[in-house]
DNA sequence: TTTTGAGTTGTTCGA
DNA sequence: GTCGAACAACTCAAA
């Protein structure tokens, strides 16, 4: 029986795995590999919380390699090296992967391909991570979607014919024995231990992200419409960090909820769930077909903008969570604290940074590539050009968020504010999201938190607003 | 080629 | 407190 690796990457799981199910179903003895090297992914390498993550999520796939009567073999440096090392210590016949789409992964992986091949090697590719590929959703003349209404209307023809998802194999032949580091040797957990927190809130690995998908269907599913903008409730499926590392498949989700049985206005609630998966698959398009938007503004005309140079202070105090604005504040610790942060809280976030403060999208974007658990090139991206008003979207200019309106109406109690800010706690709702507005209430009860807020929100509102009319006259 | 309808997520003001 | 209008025009995608 000839042997073949399977290069695993960020497709951590047994079931639905394409790469595996292939090395098996051609009759080879599959071995999982995993290469660390993350300086191939260019500017875009991983960050701490990232990798964080990655530590566990490796751990996990090793044990439930185990399991099954196989194991993970880990290696480090550059993959091309590894993957011929690994190939001639096991005599192996073919090399097996799922495809990644980001600029530098999908530049490396096909020169990988290209150079095995020349090798005599066979080797293949396969699709885990999407719904549809990239090449596979165009408009009627053949070019990339721009609009996402359209691209889904399109894409979601697709996913009448998407097939159902493969269980694991109930067991695995025993891989040889090949030199393998153990995983301490990666160096992604960090020794200072500022991840400490995250693993209150979750899981890595594919029975974690199983669960968590069973418990959103089970607790939340069905009123994800409605209770998918409170980040005070358990509203969200929380698998943005699966779905990333490949612990879940969006095929296996999907397949999830059609399984189930339910009445019309559930299956409405479920569907919009499926459609923001379609905010993931678009996404992915866009960084695959205009792969210089990770740095560069998607609508050229912001080229010219009037962006602020960054006050090193007031960044900080944005990182921090330091700002002065209670639902500002709460997202950007609940970030630090437990890697994550709720998708509304992200918006107003991120308005308050490149609206008010007129920064740069890319200065938000660096922090959360570094500690979000869910960092993910093409879903940071979209996201922060969205929100800046550079992205893929006819966003009218004047949508600039109000971080007391949008903390009134989506944490209407201050539940959410109070759970990340605790010097807040002591506070009537009255003044929960504005407690600048009653000075002597918030010296007496909260005399730890600022005064007012970093910047002012009517002032930086009217200054943002003249600002993007006059980069609109220009052009 | 030209035309036409439409576009995730907002805020403020005044009736 | 609730509601509609104004904010302004542009690009995209399909007919």
Redesign the pocket.
């Known amino acids: 029986m000839g042997c073949a690796i399977v290069w695993l990457r960020r497709d951590l799981r047994l079931a639905d795995q394409p790469a595996i199910s292939a090395a098996i179903e051609r009759g080879y003895l599959p071995i999982p590999v995993y290469i660390h090297a993350p300086a191939e992914e260019g500017a875009w390498r991983p960050g701490a919380a990232s990798g964080a993550w990655l530590d566990r999520s490796l751990r996990a796939l090793d044990h439930d390699l185990r399991e099954l009567g196989s194991r993970l073999t880990v290696r480090k440096g550059a993959s091309l090296v590894c993957l011929r090392a690994l190939i001639a210590e096991s005599a192996a016949e073919a090399v097996f992967w799922n495809r990644l789409y980001e600029p530098a992964t999908r530049a490396r992986d096909s020169a990988i391909k290209q150079a095995l091949r020349s090798d005599g090697v066979l080797v293949e590719s396969f699709n885990a991570a999407q719904l549809c590929e990239p090449w596979t959703v165009q ?3 053949g ?9 889904w ?2 894409a979601s023809a697709h996913l009448e014919m998407l097939a159902p998802p493969t269980a694991a194999p109930p067991t695995l032949p025993t891989p040889p024995l090949l030199a393998s580091l153990p995983i301490d040797a990666l160096k992604l957990r960090s020794p200072l231990g500022w991840d400490g927190e995250f693993w209150a809130h979750w899981t890595p690995g594919e029975a974690g992200a199983r669960a968590r998908l069973d418990r959103f269907i089970d607790e939340a599913v069905d009123r994800y419409h409605d209770d998918r ?1 409170r980040p005070d409730l358990a509203g969200t499926s929380g698998l943005s960090a699966h779905l990333h590392f490949g612990e879940i498949s969006p095929r296996q989700c999907v397949h999830a909820l059609r399984e189930i049985e339910f009445s019309p206005s559930q299956r409405a609630h479920a569907d919009h769930f499926v ?2 998966l379609g ?1 993931r698959e ?1 996404s992915t398009h866009l960084l695959y077909h205009f792969p210089h938007t990770a740095e560069a503004d998607l ?1 050229p ?1 912001f080229g010219s903008f009037g962006w602020a140079e960054p006050d090193p202070d007031l960044l900080s105090a944005w990182q921090q969570g330091r700002t002065g604005v209670p639902i500002v504040d709460a997202g950007m610790r609940e970030l630090w604290q437990s890697g994550w942060m709720h ?2 809280v992200r ?1 107003i976030v991120a308005s308050l940074l490149t609206k008010n403060l007129r920064y740069h999208w890319r200065h938000g974007a660096a922090w959360f590539w570094d500690t979000l658990v869910d960092a993910d090139l093409a879903n940071n991206t979209q ?1 922060w050009q ?1 929100s800046a008003g550079t992205g ?15 903390g009134e ?1 989506f944490d209407p109690d201050g539940v959410y504010v109070r759970r990340w800010v605790p010097e807040l706690s002591a506070l009537p709702n009255a003044i929960i999201h504005s407690p600048w507005s009653d000075p002597t209430t918030l010296a007496r009860l909260a005399p730890a938190y600022p005064r007012r807020p970093i910047v002012d ?2 002032e930086s ?1 009217e200054a943002a ?1 003249a600002a993007y ?1 006059a980069s ?1 006259e220009k ?1």
């Open positions: 408009t009627g003349q070019t990339p979607y721009k609009v996402f209404t359209p691209f209307r399109n903008n459609r923001e905010w678009f609508n005309k998708n509304r918006m996201g969205w893929a979207d006819a966003a009218p200019y004047f949508r600039i968020f109000n971080p007391v309106t949008q109406r929100l009517r509102r607003l009319s609109r052009v």
